[in-house]
Nanobody
Framework: QVQLVESGGGLVQPGGSLRLSCAASGRTFSSYAMGWFRQAPGKEREFVAAIRRNGGSTYYANSVKGRFTISRDNAKNTLYLQMNSLKPEDTAVYYC?????????????????WGQGTQVTVSS
């Protein structure tokens, strides 16, 4: 089992940037594919981005492609999400997740462990 803790959320103006971090416990971080999801009020949790175990391949939802970048530092057991050109519709609770497999990277059920979430609010 791995425990995940997100940080870096907050209030930002439209067009601004934030970097989210997800710190993983234990020594097996590199064995997991990782993903970011988000959930806005009244909406289902949706896929944002995913990254393979070694960071060699990344995947993005169309809504964030070109604006967000997912990365990982396996030596630090940390996952990142750099968010640029933020829009009000990006407002949501953001969750990191870990998967022991990588089939269906955009599906909620493909992930085994989840963090508690961090709030991102984009507003003027």
């Amino acid at each position: 089992q791995v425990q995940l803790v997100e940080s870096g959320g907050g209030l930002v103006q439209p067009g601004g940037s934030l970097r989210l971090s997800c710190a993983a416990s234990g020594r097996t971080f590199s064995s997991y594919a990782m993903g970011w999801f988000r959930q806005a009020p009244g909406k289902e949790r949706e896929f944002v981005a995913a990254i393979r175990r070694n960071g060699g391949s990344t995947y993005y939802a169309n809504s964030v492609k070109g604006r967000f970048t997912i990365s990982r530092d396996n030596a630090k057991n940390t996952l990142y999400l750099q968010m640029n050109s933020l829009k009000p519709e990006d407002t949501a609770v953001y969750y990191c997740a870990a998967s022991t497999r990588f089939g269906g990277y955009g599906l909620h059920e493909s992930y085994d462990y989840w963090g508690q979430g961090t709030q991102v609010t984009v507003s003027s």
